[in-house]
């Protein structure tokens, strides 16, 4: 699935929640999603890649779109793209909501900053020697989300 679909799902399940989302705490809201769907063998799947960046993870795609906003919470979903939102229902894959909203809760209030430090060093990223620019494969995404659970 296109990261900017999950991206835009994410944005409008924060939103109804009263979570106001940067894009830096989107990347890392994001990357959190797929880490837990990758370690759940969830059938929602992100297609795209992330990259180490300095502090945290980025997708390019998603940033391309959402830069604009620098650190600023992001108001709106993207002209044009207002209708890439994935449909949650319980009948399509019950478990991706759950992930959803588990994300939510657990990250959903911290600072993106935070976040970025949690994938760092708790999430182990540091610990695999991973540079800069470099790309996170699925099998370290999943191997770095295994003794990972909701909210730590």
Known sequence: MEAIIIANTILKRA??????????????LLYFTQGFCLKYDCDIIIDED????ETGVINYNVYDIFNKYS??????????????????????????????DHVL???????SHL?????????????????????ISKDIIKETFKDLRYGE
């Open 15 to 28: 939103w109804g929640k009263a979570i106001y989302v940067n894009p830096s705490k989107l990347q890392s």
């Open 115 to 135: 976040l970025s430090y949690l994938i760092e060093y708790h999430n182990k990223i540091r610990d695999m020697k991973i540079k800069t620019g470099q790309l």
């Open 50 to 53: 992330f990259y180490k960046k």
């Open 105 to 111: 809760a657990s990250y959903g209030q911290s600072e």
């Open 71 to 100: 650190y600023n919470n992001i108001e709106s979903l993207e002209k044009g793209l207002e209708n890439h939102i994935y449909t949650v229902s319980p009948n399509k894959s019950p478990f991706f909501i759950e992930i959803f």
